[in-house]
């Protein structure tokens, strides 16, 4: 017996598929236990499966929305975070520039345009000053003087 050659296993192959087609065409429209044909089992799987891909992208769509208001969030804390320590540093420098000030180590912490002054100075008139330093200096809405006067 001799061997098929390529275009006979070609063609054996291409009948065996369309073989399978026609009977899988044919029990389209065979009726099973539940009354149902195979199309419309398979059309029913179709609709089940459309629903739940359009449910995924709409969970999905929440879920962007909701990380997209979540990073704008620590955006926004993270920016105030640098403005805070901007106008930290700004009343700092406007302190050390004062002669009287510069040597007293003043401690200035600030958040949301709220400046608190802590440490110790030597007189009223110091504490004074050193609020009215921190009032001048731009971003500063208020000062929460602190500064405990120390005889020395």
């Given at each position: 017996?001799?061997?098929?050659t ?44 459309e ?43 406007a ?6 000030l ?8 600030s958040?949301?345009?709220?400046v ?9 008139a110091?504490?004074q000053?050193?609020e ?21």
């Amino acid at each position: 017996m001799s061997q098929p050659t390529t275009k006979q296993l070609r063609l054996l192959s291409l009948s065996a598929v369309s073989a399978a087609l026609l009977m899988g065409l044919a029990g389209c429209n065979n009726r099973d236990d539940d009354g149902q044909t195979a199309g419309q089992k398979l059309d029913e799987a179709t609709a089940r499966m459309e629903q739940r891909s359009e449910q995924a992208g709409q969970t999905i769509e929440q879920k962007s929305e909701q990380a997209g208001q979540a990073i704008e969030r620590q955006t926004d804390k993270m920016a105030n975070a640098v403005d805070d320590a901007s106008l930290t540093a700004s009343v700092k420098a406007a302190l050390i520039k004062e002669p009287d000030l510069k040597t007293l180590g003043i401690n200035v912490d600030s958040k949301d345009g709220t400046v608190v002054l802590k440490g110790e100075v030597k007189s009223m008139a110091d504490k004074q000053r050193a609020e009215q330093v921190a009032s001048t200096v731009s971003g500063v809405s208020r000062v929460d003087n602190q500064l405990q006067i120390v005889s020395g």
